[in-house]
């Protein structure tokens, strides 16, 4: 399951970087396969200039799919690859696609980083706990948006994925269709735990909420400017599936009604909010090796560490942030842009990501909601 199982427009990044698939010489440089904010033209800039390493990416449209085009052979083609935590330590390096990184050389970078990640710390390391897979960066959660002008904050955050299952907020609302993410927030609206095993009498309750949670929405988008516009225009009111990633850019420009929540509590260990993280890591390939191992400590210094940040346009909190000298870049409306205030809260009340046991099923459940809305 990706963050972002449908990127719109930056899911074009492979015909945009040249990069022309398991053609890539491996001579040339290295090679990402990416979430948007490392192919940020001012971050490969910087790395060119500063290395003379070319470096290509492309930008994935979902992490199971990067996973598979390894398993396919695409090792020889990729040496970076950023994912959401579970499938390094529970997919990646058991199958032998991810390189074990030197833990005398990669460990201490986890010491400038929040507390949250300090060493041994669990998704960052093989099962054994012997191997470092990758370094954290990237982290924040993703649940719903509301605008803070019709909707207390306070009450959303109280009420939490019930909001949705109002009948006055029926009409009201909208969804962003990344698809594995509303399956997630569905379970959660359904009172299921997300990334545990399921029953018949949950894979009901999750159709009822689908069917429910669907029919009801105002609008159903790929595209979460467009829910920005609608709340800022007084169709909608709150939008699912939304955080810091979808608000960030708006509230950046001002529209600091356009406010993240993440719920205080839920049916996830009592947590009702979900916290993905990113792990980048080197895939197992030998051509361009030591590059990767030099790009990925080159990311965490601070002026690179910056740019992932600002990834594109959108502001998202980096593990760098726990420096003074990361975090004094930013300013008080770019952090009042990321509510930067309430960000322990948000980490605090989320279950950290996981691959969702029956993910099939749940998904098939969802589209046929979709199908039949039509």
Request: aromatic share 12%.
């Amino acid at each position: 399951m990706s963050r972002r199982s449908v990127l719109g427009g930056m899911a074009a990044g492979l015909a945009a970087s040249g990069l022309p698939g398991a053609a890539l010489a491996q001579d040339d440089g290295i090679a990402l396969l990416t979430w948007d904010a490392y192919a940020d033209p001012r971050l490969l800039d910087m790395w060119r200039s500063q290395t003379d390493v070319p470096i290509r990416y492309e930008i994935h449209i979902s992490d199971p799919t990067s996973v598979n085009r390894l398993r396919a052979g695409e090792t020889s083609v990729w040496n970076f690859i950023n994912l959401n935590n579970p499938w390094a330590r529970e997919i990646m390096y058991p199958e032998d696609l991810i390189y074990a990184l030197p833990r005398d050389r990669f460990e201490p970078l986890y010491a400038q980083m929040f507390e949250k990640f300090a060493m041994p710390y669990d998704w960052a390391l093989s099962k054994d706990g012997e191997n470092l897979l990758g370094v954290v960066q990237r982290f924040e959660t993703f649940d719903f948006v509301v605008n803070s002008d019709v909707i207390s904050p306070a009450m959303a955050k109280d009420e939490g994925w019930d909001l949705f299952n109002n009948p006055d907020f029926a009409g009201r609302y909208g969804i962003l269709a990344y698809e594995d993410w509303n399956v997630m927030d569905i379970c959660m609206g359904a009172g299921i735990h997300p990334f545990k095993p399921k029953t018949e009498a949950d894979y009901a309750k999750f159709e009822d909420t689908a069917r429910a949670w669907i029919n009801n929405a105002k609008m159903i988008t790929t595209d979460f400017v467009q829910l920005n516009l609608a709340m800022l225009n007084g169709e909608i009111d709150l939008y699912f599936t939304g955080g810091t990633y979808t608000a960030s850019s708006a509230r950046a420009e001002g529209a600091t009604n356009i406010y993240a929540i993440t719920p205080n509590s839920g049916p996830a260990d009592g947590k009702g909010g979900i916290n993905w993280i990113e792990l980048n890591s080197a895939v197992a390939n030998p051509a361009g090796k030591e590059a990767t191992f030099d790009f990925l400590e080159w990311i965490t210094t601070p002026d690179a560490a910056e740019i992932v940040a600002r990834g594109n346009g959108n502001l998202q909190p980096v593990s760098q942030m726990a420096q003074d000298e990361v975090l004094g870049r930013f300013s008080a409306d770019e952090l009042n842009a990321i509510q930067w205030d309430e960000f322990d809260e948000r980490i605090a009340n989320a279950v950290e990501f996981d691959i969702v046991p029956d993910y099939d099923r749940l998904y098939d459940i969802y589209s046929a909601a979709i199908r039949d809305r039509g």
